[in-house]
């Protein structure tokens, strides 16, 4: 059956207009893998220890790279700051991106290093849950980098206000790990 | 005078370890380019009209570009969803970004292209405020292509379960402009 | 000019598929009147004094409306309760509609009545903003219904816990003031 | 013993006006059903599964039915973005009405009819949780509702700015359902 | 006229049980002064400058000062972080508090001091708005202080896992500053 | 091994800079007492009944006393409105403070009592989780009191604007309980 076809079957049978006990089966058994639409139905997946590692990128100017490693920057601790906004990003997660389920984050950190061209941000998400973590892992790194843009812009800036060089790249998943089913 | 200079009498005064002429002064006067730390005051600066263009793009399989061209994702409309998505994190930047000034948005959009291994987002902020509106454009571009990756996931990862191709990257902004002051 | 026509110019112009003297015309200056999608741009608006009444009738057992009435209810004051529920969600308005903007509310208030089948909620807010604050009141109506049908859950379930009586109802605007316009 | 005696009790073995013995049971063995005020306490509770369904109805003018039913809406997409409010809604009920528990929501999608003279919304929620669902799904209902309204305001609004006829009504559960516990 | 006389004049005004003319004067035009119940009408109040010092103080174990002194607490920077916590606090103040007017703040910092028994907090908020900053103050100062508390929980517990010590107090407005109207 | 050496190990290992055995091991199986900065890893603690009640005052003149036992400040039910910001703000706790985890709160109530000097808050929070919940019975504490003072400014300020009496103090952990656990 394809994909139309099921929909069409879902929104009938929640409006009701198939029989009662058609209604009920699919409303309630239909495997999601079949049904089409909007969020994953997590309601009967087991929970497991779930774990992601993301990472992302931030090209700055050689100048400002030296003013982050030397903590000189005016708006403050760049690092702390931009970690406390990725932890606190990451646990709503489910607030900023529509599909996503709430999750019970049990543990989420974000590390930095500087590099040549880039800031690095990892971020390390852990929880126990229905369904992965990696949009919190990913959420985590854009809120870090998104900070670290937002402490540095004087120094980004030039003469005209614009930003030629600043640049948020090479944001990925790097690992994903699910780990033996708990009820 | 150097930083920490400043940083430390502005501690002072606030903390009344000088005297309260000294203090007022300091506390009310002392120009934000002269001080350290934290939220830039702009308390003082007049209002503006403000607008910002952002960009970002998030690399995805050539399958999966296929499907969202052709509106067959299961997770639903793409598009709409990231520009929902986009729209209502720009609004709330300033709960994201820890020194984001809170900022009466105006408007917001956010335009997508589906290029031959990406997907282009744009996003388009305005407002009549003290400071501008980069930071909040950065926001809806990363809310939308987060959501996107989020609609797509089942399609880009591999059989282990990892997403060895979807990156996002070249995220920037366009254009920032400031027109006449007004009170 | 058709919608979809202006819609492809504004998003091309976004994506500088046109020259740069037509994108910034287009970007900058096509009345929203012409333009399409999204949230309103109400950038040029002038900021004027704006006012609504917006009113809502949730239906309840007479046996509830008694307990109401007199203070029985056992989760505690309905009305003060149901009224900073619809306080609070108003000032999150733009955070639950999507294309609201942020209006920056000077008064909210949310009153009662106990009709023979109904309690009446009638939310007055008031702003000096660009646009009107109908969904506010809307917003803060909704919020406070929802809240006292919350605290009455166990004298409107029947036996099966099935809620056979209760009903949110005749949720209108009465009342959109806008006066004098205000730089 | 009567409500207001019971409260007394609770609130003295609070404030330690009762031997700690008594305090002891009071504070935790009291069973909710002889307590008064305030979040039920849902703590000893088992987890089971649970879903429910609500509906609701904007009735809005023949013209703009006809709008929206041929996709014609200027501000957009009205059923995706009117359930993508309704989803996001829905996840954070506790955070809109005061006495409901945070619930680790596994599937919400709503749904769209367009009939005669109204706009029909359904949502169909479900969790694994203490408690159950009803509120969340009329949550997402009135969010649903509310954004549809505030996409068609141009079509709905008479010569005076005004709303004669847009109304939302008829919003109930249609069903709640609790299965087997679970630990 | 006494408090309750005026609010059920007010709410009859609403329910329009007095006659439109009245209604009109009565909703519109009585001054707060008179009126009763719920968030202050600031509407036609003028803008102005205004700025609020808020301080609080958390009393510590000498040895929990001490390392907090030497940067050595294990959770982290503890001023960075509660500072990010205040000021990110500070700005969704209307969130918090029922019946606070949300206030476009255009300055907020917290400042820190270890003191021989306790750490000190003060917060420092600048707007420019109709109604003044004095809670935004005390909340930026108690989401740092509860900060405070939360990194340095393992040094203040005793063996039974209680607080014995640990105190929030002297929390108080320190000076509240309004300027010149603007409009 | 020191602190700063175990911060270095887990970064190095985040960033891979080690071999990937290593770094499987030191990501999961370090236990968090080694471990250094953010959030605590609870991952893999058992869940249990977990209980807080936690107090706090606020020192108010007799004359606002006298009208919050009389029922006559003027913004309305002082207690009412204090209790249900309380709740809210309590299951919002992982928003406030950065390094909390989530917690789905399954019970909280905040209790008062008007003394000589003061109105004292108790808050008593719930939960079955992987850790405690007095930083939630504390936010609880936190926000009612700044409720109650947002409620009673007029009757507070001096000629001046000022509050030279106000002041919230005695905020402290009375109870924390964790019960058998729970898989």
């Known amino acids: 059956m394809q994909h139309n076809a099921i929909r069409e079957l879902y929104s009938k049978a929640l409006f009701q207009q198939v029989g009662e006990s058609v209604a009920k089966v699919v409303l309630r058994y239909l495997p999601y893998e079949m049904m089409d639409g909007g969020m994953v139905d997590v309601t009967g997946k087991p929970r497991a220890f779930r774990e992601a590692i993301a990472e992302g990128r931030i090209r700055l ?23 406390v906004a990725g932890v606190m990003a990451c646990k709503r ?79 990925k998943v790097l690992r994903k790990i699910r780990e033996g089913e708990q009820h």
């Open 93 to 171: 997660t489910s607030e900023i991106i529509p599909l996503c389920h709430p999750i019970p984050i049990t543990y989420v950190n974000v590390y930095f290093e500087v590099e040549e061209l880039d800031v690095v941000a990892r971020a390390h998400v852990k929880t126990r849950a229905e369904t992965g973590v990696e949009m919190e892992a990913l959420t985590a790194v854009m809120a870090s980098l998104l900070t670290i843009w937002d402490m540095v812009k004087e120094y980004e800036k030039d003469s005209r206000g614009q930003y030629p060089e600043t640049t948020i790249h090479s944001v």
């Open 61 to 83: 100017r050689k100048e400002t790279l030296r003013l982050i490693r030397e903590g000189r920057v005016r708006k403050g601790d760049v690092f702390t700051t931009a970690r």
